[in-house]
């Protein structure tokens, strides 16, 4: 049966089992939004592209499921690109489809025209144009396959106007197989898994590592397992929060430039360490040449390119992380060398004892980290928080305890300010039925507010809490450590009342003044119908500590500034 191209492409993405769409119209997409007209995929639209992106990522992340965002062509589809970066350094499987001008103005600097292919190559797993209506099957089916295999991420196929209009017979392929691209079985070979044995028994106080690989395997519970097994304390990367429950007795919290000061002490003491799904980027690391010094490393990663790309380690393991794990915990078994107890765990938890002090609140004012730990008691296990970036990112990352794997979503690699909204609105898409924070500040929250359109119009109720201290908040921290509190346009001076802003768009806005109204606004808002903002108003000055200043080892530590 003869079809459009546009109808083509509802077609393969139906085939795909995909349910939503995030994205805008436009002229070269016209064609394929009237094809999702007669579709029974819904669509979500955005009022921005870059919030559409984010919104595919979000929904990506929580359902472990490629995301889809569609955008028209030149500044649709350049609005899509930050999206698409953030889901690239974080290996969140999206796909972006975005429409061209009609083949015969390629390169004729025609209106609207951009290459986005040439734009986007960089920061995607591939990027494509379709050429003719009769490829629009297999190029979906291979955006598919490359999203979500091996290490996870962004494609984009892009679709000229014409293309989209012509008619075509489409053939959709069962299978796919891509010249040059290999889908790995993930199992760990039998050498490696040997050498890591070894250096497991013999290793006495060793510590795992888990990165954003453990929750893209969906190994959290074959980890935890495992962890109890070797009586190894895990620590976590910004991405791997939530990869064990952080109640656990061996969850030591997040590593790194703002780690948690018993995570960053156990990697100097450590004798072995297990990376496992992270990449030993420089926030987790600090100064490269001190990482660990003292141990021997094995790196369990899916992604070969990772593997000694910035820290040299002892043993490689080019590997699914959940089969990887599995692999070790039964061979361990095998052996019977379950430990039964560890001087390690008791010297962990005296660590945790040690720096218990240095968390506790000082000063007065709303604190964010009090906010945070009441925030958790208050919500549900299963709920999911997003955040923006900056400081409401780190004392998320520091203070608030993930229990629950895809449960913790924000902008790692990237770091880009306005994620939090937009994700949560994905987020909220994927799993409508558990309650989703969207924890932020108040010039993060800033980039991307417009949205909230989106929430309302969508009846998506998802909670807001914007710690406003009316200041580019991690920029201005740095500024007064690094340079002697020359605060240079860090200031946002006239940021708007969020509560009222709330209400214009016809969501709930409420003014937060004290510990207890906080508790009561977060209960409430657990049974909204509509989104909710919190304003939380915050001193300027408050800081995200412990840091590690840039360039220095992870025992080099700012606890007080």
Known sequence: MKLSGAKAIVEALKKEK????????????????????????????????????????GYARVKGFPGVCTATSGPGATNLVTGIAVAYMDSSPIIAITGQVPRSMIGKDAFQEA??????????????????ASQIPDAIRTAFLLASTNRKGPVLVDVPKDVQLEEVDPDYPERMNIRGYVVRSGDPHPYSVKKALGLIMSSERPLIIAGGGVIASNASEELTKFAELILAPVATTLMGKGAIPENHPL??????????????????????????????GDRTTGKLDEFARNSKIIHIDIDPAEIGKNIKVDVPIVADAKKTISVLYSKLLEIGSKRTESEWIKRINSL??????NYAEKGDGLKPSRLMKILRDCIPSKSIVTTGVGQNQMWAALHFKVLEPRAFITSGGLGAMGFGLPAAIGAKVASPDRPVFNIDGDGSFLMTEQDLATAVSEGLPVISIILKNRALGMVRQWQCLFCNRRYSHTNLGNVPDFVKLAEAYGAEGILIESYEAFEVAVKKSLRAEMPVVMEVPISPDEKVLPMVPPGKGLKEVIWYG
Do not use: W
Not at 260 to 270: D, H, I, L, Y
């Open 352 to 357: 945790k004892e040690m720096f218990a002090s």
């Open 18 to 57: 995909v349910e939503v769409i995030f994205g805008i119209p436009g002229g070269s997409t016209i064609p394929f939004y009237d094809a999702i007209y007669e579709s029974d995929i819904r669509h979500i639209l955005a009022r921005h592209e870059q919030c559409a992106a984010h919104m595919a990522d």
């Open 251 to 280: 969850s030591l919290g997040m590593v790194g430039m703002h780690g948690r000061g018993e995570a960053n002490k156990s990697v100097e003491e450590a004798d072995l360490i297990i990376a496992v799904g992270m990449r030993f």
């Open 115 to 132: 290459d986005i292919v040439g734009i986007t190559t960089p920061i995607t797993k591939y990027a494509f144009q379709v050429t003719s």
